[in-house]
């Protein structure tokens, strides 16, 4: 028993020792020309998985995102391996963040990838594809349920009314009666980007002994959307609002930001989310037992920073690994008017004269404002403003607003 048991194991490693000759693959080149010998590189074939140098027409995935498909793209060899040549028209569609794509310089019409070594690249030859992975804290922001502001159309040009009536009769038995009829409402045209608006009021009492009848124009103003600084540009009599200073009716002209022209998930403040993912991991984040929000993440970096605005509280974050390993950790949510996300920029300018009643008259004196809030941090925000009014008023603030985690949010100037 004891000799068939050393034969067994003698016969066992003489397998283990000849595996790794069996991996390596031997060619045999006296059946080729010699004219071709020197000519054809076999040492390209001899491992698996190496990608001979030359032009492939590739279909381009980034995280399983098809982007591009019939791309030419150029292997070429670099010290012992061999990588693609993308140019830089085909990395302007991967949708990274301006501050990444601007990290990857351009070196003999190729993009040069070295500073960024997290940016995998693999080549599914049997499938003629390339597939890249790139940590999900390095992508721009971007929703299936959005359209950017690049595809909005101006709309259509025309002329509209909209109106609200009121009516009432009062008929006593004794003494006279009347009847009351009020409208109110806005006109307005469109034309182009441009919107013409007009508020009006118009009231009529009838009684026995006594007839009136009264209307107004309580403002009228022009506006346009500016989708490129994601404003509104606002001329005529309008209302002054701010969360620093006092509001009033004026008739000049303002830009502010309109958080109307942002995605539903970036609107308002919700603080951001960071961490790592070692593999391709599942982020789940849930308040209370109930999952409120849940996303597919590459390997690498992190950035959760599309919470809705009504989130408030305690929200727990579970980060699940492809291996099955579990991340938790916790996050606080609050907000004030001055929180604004981190990198967001929220602003308001205004000019012109008071305007203290309905009567279309402004006052002699020339007003100018400013507002900003801007999200330092997560749960940090700087925010200003400014009121000039004349050679009598001036009024500055500046201050902070905190989301303080479990202890709610505070601002103070």
Known sequence: MDTVNIYRLSFVSCLVVAMPCALAVEFNLNVLDKSMRDRIDISLLKEKGVIAPGEYFVSVAVNNNQISNGQKINWHKNDDKTIPCINDLLVDKFGLKPEVRQSLPLINQCVDFSSRPEMLFNFDQANQQLNITIPQAWLAWHSENWTPPSTWKEGVAGVLM????????????????????????????NTGAWRLRSDYQLNQTDSDDNHEQSGEISRTYLFRPLPQLGSKLTLGETDFSSNIFDGFSY??????????????????????????????????????????????VPPGPLIIDDLNQSVQGTLDVKVT?????????????????FLTRQGQVRYKLAAGQPRPSMSH???????????????MLSNTSLY?????SGDDFHSAAIGIGLNMLWLGALSFD
């Not at 991340?327 to 008017?337: D, G, I, L, M, R």
Request: charged residues 15%; aromatic residues 10%; hydrophobic residues 30%.
């Open 251 to 296: 008739t000049g002209a303002a830009l502010a930001s309109d958080d109307r022209m942002l995605p539903w998930e970036l609107r308002g403040y919700a603080p951001q989310i960071s961490g790592i993912a070692q593999t391709n991991a599942t982020v789940t984040i849930s308040q209370s037992g109930r999952v409120i929000y849940q996303k597919k």
């Open 361 to 375: 008259q402004t006052e002699n004196e020339t007003f100018f404002s400013n507002e900003v809030s801007w999200g």
């Open 162 to 189: 909209d109106y609200n009536l009121f009516a009432s009769s009062y008929r006593p038995q004794d003494g006279s009666s009347s009847t009351n009829l009020n409208a109110y409402g806005t006109a307005g045209i």
């Open 384 to 388: 200003g403003g400014l009121l000039l």
């Open 321 to 337: 690994e492809e291996d099955g390993r579990v991340n938790n950790f916790q996050v606080s949510a609050a907000s004030t008017p």
